[in-house]
């Protein structure tokens, strides 16, 4: 039996209907899990909201009667439903990426669980470092921007005042927050492909300026339409690039001394054989 059957934890593979069955039922203890987030969530939606809106009350504080509104009867429902949808995905994260984890776990080797674990731990980790980033940072300096668009009456003109939607504003908190989440995996992406040998650290770098232009792309779709905004993505967009390229090379340094001494090991190995061998 060679080291690989060694290392496989499984001596004996599991047939199709098997599989398919105990897909089923990670599937179904995953929407279990969710469910049960969503009833807690939906429970304290209105805490998780005022926790969302924080950033734009800090905007209006010691501004009497600012508030949001809601101009269909059935919105501000609807918005308690999102919101527990959104903390409940959030809440049942670890139970569901366990789940998937169950299912994928048995069909690697000893090697491929060590080296895929780490991006498994890295990815709740960059997502969450994400939303911190929009919700206080980006968050509060892009609705001060945005609020000095206000105007006052004066001359006979009309007073404009900001009065959002609760959907609307619901709306574009959870984009920003999923949309800075995502892209902080960015890292976790490239230097798993760099572990897994399908992209080289080297390509990466070649391929900069084509990345630092696809990152000013994807800001401007995933941010507000003004260029704050979409700096405020793009930049650390591109610094986790460059984040990415640097922890590739780290990975494939490791791995090319690896090899290198494993070689070595291999060639010394053979040399003493060969000694062994001549010797009557």
Known sequence: ?????????????????????ELRQRIIWAMVAFFACFLICFYFADNIFDFLTRPLADVWQGQEGRHLIYTALQEKFFANVKVAMFGGLALGFPIIAAQLWGFVA???????????????????????AGASFVYFIFIPNAFRFFASFEEVAHDGALAITAEPKVS????????????????????????????????????????????????????????????LSMMMMAIPLIGLYEISIVIGRIIEGRRNRRRAAEEAAERAAEKLAREKALVP
């Open 1 to 21: 039996m060679s080291d690989l059957d060694e290392e496989n934890p499984d001596d004996k593979k599991m047939p199709l209907l098997a599989h398919l069955v």
């Open 106 to 128: 048995p069909g690697l080797y000893k090697k491929e669980k060590m080296a895929f674990l780490p991006f498994l731990i890295a990815t709740p980790i960059m997502f969450f």
């Open 168 to 227: 609307e504003y619901l709306s574009l908190i959870i984009q920003l927050i999923l949309g800075f989440g995502i892209v902080f995996e960015l890292p976790v992406l490239l230097t798993l492909l760099v572990t897994a040998e399908l992209l080289e650290a080297q390509s990466l770098a070649k391929q900069r300026r084509y990345a630092y232009v696809a990152g000013f792309i994807v800001s401007a779709i995933l941010t507000p339409p003004d260029a």
